[in-house]
């Protein structure tokens, strides 16, 4: 027997098409709580979110694009350097997920940024829960090693995504769901 929770899980889809409103605080604040309980091996807690939300914020984030993006390749040209700019502004908010890395001798890095991941899978679950639409990117800039400092993050910190939020322009469909037994084997 489905129960709701369950059908969320299944039916979940991304949306690219964003536009306002973003989501509100309050429910932003669930959305934290729900991807502060990702699974998180000996407790080290290695996330952080850097929430953008409305014009100034979104200038900011995509002054620091061009940066980084111009830092790495000084040749780029104009229209690149543009929209490397206006990557922001395809949401009314973009949050930046980062797996921090603690150096722990029995957790490696990759379990931090798996726990990441999860917790930007509860975030992207409860926002369609809400009727938000959301889409995780990533790209170029994710491995840009000059972002980072622009960001204020550490060099040794992950960029697991950037979190397009806002209200969905499109209605969002079911997908298809994959063959389980394409997937599973079972022994
Ligand atoms: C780590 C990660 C990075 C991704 N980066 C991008 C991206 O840069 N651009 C993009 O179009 N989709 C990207 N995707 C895929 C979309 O978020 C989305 O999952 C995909 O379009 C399928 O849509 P669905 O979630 O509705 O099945 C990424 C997914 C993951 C897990």
């Known amino acids: 027997m ?17 536009t306002q409103p973003a989501p509100s605080k309050e429910h932003m604040d669930l959305l934290f709580q729900a991807a502060l309980r ?3 091996h000996k407790g080290l807690k290695p996330w952080q979110y850097l929430v953008y939300s409305g014009s100034n ?9 061009l940066k980084a993006s111009v830092a790495q390749d000084p040749e780029l040209p104009l229209d690149k350097q543009q929209r490397m700019q206006s990557l922001p502004h395809r949401a009314p908010m973009v949050v930046i997920a980062v797996a921090k890395n603690n150096g722990h ?3 490696p890095h990759i379990e931090e940024v798996v726990s990441t991941g999860a917790g930007v899978q509860s975030l992207l679950l409860g926002a ?11 790209g170029p800039l994710a491995y840009n090693e000059r972002l980072k400092p ?12 950037f979190i397009y939020l806002g209200t969905p322009e499109i209605t ?8 389980v037994k394409d997937f599973v084997t079972w022994k």
Not at 2 to 18: A, D, Q, Y
Not at 57 to 65: H, N, Q, R, T, W
Not at 128 to 138: F, I, N, V
Not at 172 to 179: C, D, F, G, L, S
Request: hydrophobic fraction near 40%.
């Open 172 to 179: 969002m469909k079911a997908k298809p769901i994959p063959e």
């Open 105 to 107: 001798e029995k957790v």
């Open 57 to 65: 914020a979104l200038c900011e984030l995509g002054e620091a694009f």
């Open 150 to 161: 622009l960001l204020g993050l550490e060099a040794d910190d992950t960029i697991v995504g």
């Open 128 to 138: 369609y829960e809400l009727g938000y639409g959301a889409y995780w990117r990533t």
């Open 2 to 18: 489905k129960s709701e929770f369950i059908e969320t899980l299944i039916n979940r889809v991304s949306c690219g098409r964003l």
């Open 38 to 40: 990702a699974p998180d």
